[in-house]
């Protein structure tokens, strides 16, 4: 995993994200079934960061996971309205706060979410699908789970 989200986010290496997306789907989803979701929300990437990188990895690896457990991906729902520093490069208290106001969510008129799931390619302090949640719970979502593909450690 070392090398293969690397690969993926900044060497482009797209065909890795089915195989991940496969692997969680065949390891999690008894636990995910239970959960009654309503749908999938891929970690959102900065419109710049998106542009530059052409995809979001968090973005395809929940409609991958999604179409393999039959579950909706959205991805209007959460946006990241700012450009923040990489969460690799920081330690874990500027993690926090670099992430602190960078999502928004807002639920589309006449609808409302029990459970959704926040998908993202790493986790390491837990930060950015803290800052996932709290603008999720903010917009009227009632229970927030998140998956990620890979656990990092924080240097």
């Known amino acids: 995993m070392r090398d293969i989200i690397p ?4 060497r482009g290496r797209r065909e890795f ?11 999690f989803w008894e636990d995910i079934a239970e959960l009654k979701l309503d749908v999938l929300i891929p970690v959102p990437v900065h419109k710049d960061r998106l542009k ?6 968090a973005e ?3 409609r991958e996971l999604g179409r393999l457990l039959n ?3 959205r991805t209007d729902i959460l946006r990241r309205g700012l450009s923040t ?4 490069e920081l330690g874990y208290s500027k993690r926090v706060l670099n992430l602190q106001n960078a999502f928004h969510a807002k639920l589309p008129s006449g609808t409302l979410f029990e459970r959704v799931m926040v998908v993202d390619d790493i986790y390491t302090t837990g930060g950015t699908l803290e800052a996932c949640t709290e603008a999720l719970l903010s917009c009227g979502v009632k229970t927030v789970y998140g998956l990620c593909i890979c656990a990092g450690r924080d240097s």
């Not at 690969?7 to 900044?10: N, P, S, T, V």
């Not at 994200?17 to 390891?27: E, G, N, Q, W």
């Not at 530059?52 to 990895?57: D, T």
């Open 7 to 10: 690969d993926i986010k900044y």
């Open 17 to 27: 994200i089915k195989p991940l997306a496969l692997l969680a789907a065949a390891r």
């Open 52 to 57: 530059k990188r052409g995809f979001n990895q």
């Open 60 to 62: 395809l690896l929940a």
């Open 71 to 73: 579950i909706d991906c």
């Open 85 to 88: 520093k990489a969460q690799k």
